[in-house]
């Protein structure tokens, strides 16, 4: 059973950094495509990065110069790093993979608040 658990979020500051992790299990991680997207309040789910098997990455525009993405296929975990938060970043984060196949498998999300 595939099973994606996301962590890291939480409240911050504007200007502030986190974290988040996402932990995969039950697929063959290294294969995988894996990315980040986000749903904020009344928007459709957007991509926020992704990363290749071979660790090439690509960004959405408003998250560039901010955000990277990395992975540790020894731990079967992909991160996000956030810096420079703003209010507008306020989302859930939900974790993605991609096999070679083209399944999709999400994780549950993990919340996201950009507020003084």
């Known amino acids: 059973q595939v099973q994606l658990v996301e962590s890291g979020g939480g409240l911050v500051q504007p200007g502030g950094s986190l974290r988040l992790s996402c932990a995969a299990s039950?697929?063959?991680?290294?294969?995988?495509?894996m990315g980040w997207y986000r749903q904020a309040p009344g928007k459709e789910r957007e991509l926020v990065a992704r990363i290749t098997r071979s660790a090439s990455t690509n960004y959405a525009d408003s998250v560039k110069g901010r955000f990277t993405i990395s992975r540790d296929n020894a731990k079967n975990t992909v991160y996000l790093r956030m810096s420079s938060l703003k209010p507008e970043d306020t989302a859930v984060y939900y974790c993605?993979?991609?096999?070679?196949?083209?399944?999709?498998?999400w994780g549950k999300g993990t919340l996201v608040t950009v507020a003084s």
């Open positions: 993605n993979a991609k096999d070679p196949a083209f399944q999709n498998f």
């Open positions: 039950g697929i063959i991680f290294s294969v995988n495509t």
